[in-house]
């Protein structure tokens, strides 16, 4: 790992973002069970954990000229004697880098985590995908002396079996193989049942977690206890000679996988670093209707895990490089578009890894093709939630415009009624669209059985369908190659859409008794916002249609479109601002479905409603933002920065200003919620949910 290639990170995205205290540091951030965070202050304050709150045993230790220090993991990571801890100065969160520095008896250590596959494959008009979508976050320690002096140093790092496991109490067992990956060692550890897909909590317990390093000829590893490990490098003793013999439960003695480096002497000109590759080998990750469908970098990599192994040490360095160029890229694109950038750059980092951390990319090997499911976390765990997807499509239209595609595919898929050619034919008879999938990670949902939504979800996918057309469309004329905007796929699609389209003027202008995605604080019948969606889905029809050349039936759906805002605006007037359902006077809400309709540039609502309702918004303010409506005192993160985005200068950054507010003051220490109290910071419910790629709202707006 090339250490000046790191370093330039580490200034990079430092300058950025180290005045800010997130809820909760991503440092494994892959996929939803991949999925590992430090929800402290400082690093060594706890163990890491699962984005669910489970305790992620990952363990750091230094030793400095013979004394032993702690960098990760609690006091009590010893289970009995403590080790003291360095001093914590940094910790900063980039889009695809997290990185901490610490301090110690002259001595500085920077632990730096990174991860390809939260790379923005398409700002960068990228079309390898082979070294970006593999399940690894990289860990690189860099040690150098800051007195001057030259330090002897030791670097220690373990992580137990309990990101592959369900509970602490299942079987593990282990294996290593120095051979498979030529010049390294690499050790996995997994449970001995191994029952693939058969199991719907948030943690897995199938396939294998991986802890890989080089052999440089100063490295030490063995799978044995916790103790026995931690132990040995902090007594300055070396590690035992043979592996513990498995299986074992995983709270039995806590087996670990451990590394250590003796890096000699370090002083002012020769510094040194070292890096370990930590990936998950799932095996299996999603089945669709019947059908199991393979992690895609199995299809890349022959399902050769040591092939991807090798990949991951031979890309390491160009991938720190991707990570620089795409975290530079995003940096400097708001620092030129966006003003103040500092609190906006802020929360739009640290949601990036959390969007795309709700992912997993597939293999479709029935079509030939990659296909992508994205989790519902924390709020019931269901696959390719539509009104999930739907806050989410800011950032995956700006940032992942394809990977988008990919998301609506199984959708489109399901309910064209195409689920026979996997095996278990499951027919969809409604004229709405889908509201989900199935629950994590099993899709075999029968449409009866579904949280109906019609008006909420139909609209949903005919706009998050005409944005990713707008999108690829201006990413052609900007020149990028791998980014056509060609509607070919929805061939097989337009009878479906224009069923929806029917749909959607059966039922408007007032959607009657229907749940929107707001239904967590109950029913809202004749809502204003879900008549807003409908008619902004009618207006991304038309679009779709216009672009396709189908302009006779684009004027219709346009037409109807233009006369259901009429009625909307004579409906939902409350005088200085629009109601919340067209029934009740004296109520308001945030109209954040209006953000579609500038970005497709339909212009279906005057600049009016925007002015009039923008101006309502600033007299709800409260510290940590604008309530949701006039029900409760809660609001949401995306929905307030969706609403942010179509509002002037001033109330951007006043929305802006109350989120960074909340994310930085919250005393709920989790994953970035979505869902909190705009008086006190505290989170109401939900964590680690992809939604915050809503705050990405502002960036559609520019190019």
């Not at 695809?96 to 960068?124: E, R």
């Not at 496991?165 to 449970?191: D, F």
């Not at 393979?294 to 160009?318: K, V």
């Amino acid at each position: 790992m090339d250490v000046l290639l790191l370093l330039v990170c580490l200034a990079l995205i430092g300058a950025c973002s180290s005045a800010f205290r997130p809820p909760a540091v991503p440092l494994v951030v892959n996929n939803p069970y991949m999925s590992i965070w430090s929800a402290a202050d400082n690093l060594y304050d706890e163990f890491p954990m699962h984005w669910s709150g489970d305790i992620m045993g990952l363990t750091g230790l230094i030793r400095i000229d013979g004394k032993t220090y702690r960098y990760m993991g609690p006091e009590t990571l010893l289970r009995g004697s403590s080790i003291p801890n360095v001093e914590q100065a940094e910790v900063a969160v980039g889009p695809t880098t997290t990185y901490y520095v610490f301090h110690q008896d002259g001595v500085k250590l920077d632990v730096i985590f990174f991860s390809g596959s939260a790379m923005a494959v398409d700002i960068l008009d990228d079309t390898n995908l082979s070294q970006f979508e593999i399940p690894v976050t990289y860990l690189n320690l860099s040690v150098s002396s800051e007195d001057g002096k030259v330090h002897h140093v030791q670097l220690y790092y373990d992580n137990s079996a309990e990101p592959a496991v369900m509970n602490s109490k299942e079987m593990v067992t282990w294996s290593r193989n120095r051979s498979a990956v030529e010049g390294h060692h690499t050790m996995s550890i997994g449970t001995v049942d191994q029952k693939y897909l058969q199991q719907g909590s948030d943690r897995i317990n199938w396939g294998y977690w991986y802890t890989s390093v080089e052999d440089n000829g100063n490295v030490s590893t063995v799978i044995t206890s916790d103790v026995n490990a931690r132990g040995s490098f902090a007594n300055g003793r070396a590690f035992p000679d043979e592996d513990d013999k498995p299986p074992r439960a995983c709270e039995d003695n806590w087996p670990v996988l451990a590394v250590s480096w003796d890096l000699g002497n370090v002083g002012k000109d020769n510094a040194a670093s070292r890096y370990i590759v930590l990936a998950y080998d799932q095996v299996v990750s999603i089945r669709y209707f019947g059908h199991n469908m393979i992690p895609f970098w199995r299809h890349l990599y022959n399902n050769d895990t040591a092939e991807m192994l090798r990949s991951a040490h031979g890309n390491a360095t160009a991938l720190g490089l991707e990570c620089l160029l795409a975290d530079g890229f995003f940096m400097t694109m708001i620092s030129r578009y966006i003003n103040p950038a500092e609190n906006y750059s802020a929360i739009a980092t640290l949601a990036w890894r959390q969007t795309v951390g709700g992912t997993q990319l597939v293999w479709n090997d029935i079509l030939q093709q990659e296909w992508v499911f994205l989790k519902e976390i924390s709020s019931g765990g269901a696959v390719n939630t539509v009104d999930v997807l739907y806050p989410a499509s800011p950032l995956l239209v700006y940032l992942f415009s394809t990977q988008l595609q990919k998301l609506l595919m199984p959708i489109l898929a399901y309910a064209n009624n195409e689920t026979k050619a996997y095996g278990e034919y499951i027919p969809y008879n409604l004229t709405w669209a889908p509201h989900h999938l199935g629950h994590w990670p099993i899709c075999d949902l029968a449409p009866n059985h579904q949280e109906q939504m019609p008006m909420e979800e139909t609209g949903n996918m005919l706009i998050m369908i005409a944005a990713i057309a707008k999108r690829n469309r201006n990413k052609e004329k900007q020149g990028f190659q791998s980014q056509p905007g060609s509607l070919t796929y929805l061939k097989p699609y337009w009878p479906l859409l224009r069923r929806w389209g029917d749909y959607l003027v059966s039922n408007l202008p007032d959607p009657g008794n229907q749940l929107c995605t707001d239904d967590f604080e109950g029913p809202s019948p004749h809502n204003a916002n879900l008549a807003i969606k409908g008619i902004v889905g009618l207006g991304a029809l038309a679009y779709l249609l216009e672009q396709d050349g189908q302009k006779d039936i684009a004027t219709h759906y346009l037409m109807q479109a233009k006369n259901f805002v009429t009625m909307w605006m004579k409906n939902a007037s409350d005088g200085d601002h629009y109601r919340m359902q067209y029934n009740l006077p004296d109520t308001w809400s945030l109209k954040y479905n209006l953000l579609y309709d500038r970005y497709l540039g339909l212009n279906l609502f005057p600049q009016s409603v925007y002015d009039l309702e923008c101006a309502y918004y600033q007299k709800k303010m409260n510290a940590y933002g604008v309530p949701l409506d006039n029900r409760a005192d809660f609001t949401k993160t995306d929905w307030l920065m969706w609403i942010a985005s179509i509002c002037n200068h001033d109330q951007f950054d006043a929305i802006t200003n109350s989120v960074y507010r909340f994310a930085d003051m919250s005393p709920d220490r989790v994953p970035f919620s979505d869902w909190y109290f705009t008086t006190t910071g505290k989170v109401k419910g939900f964590r680690a949910r992809p939604v915050v790629g809503g705050i990405f709202a502002a960036m559609l707006f520019i190019t």
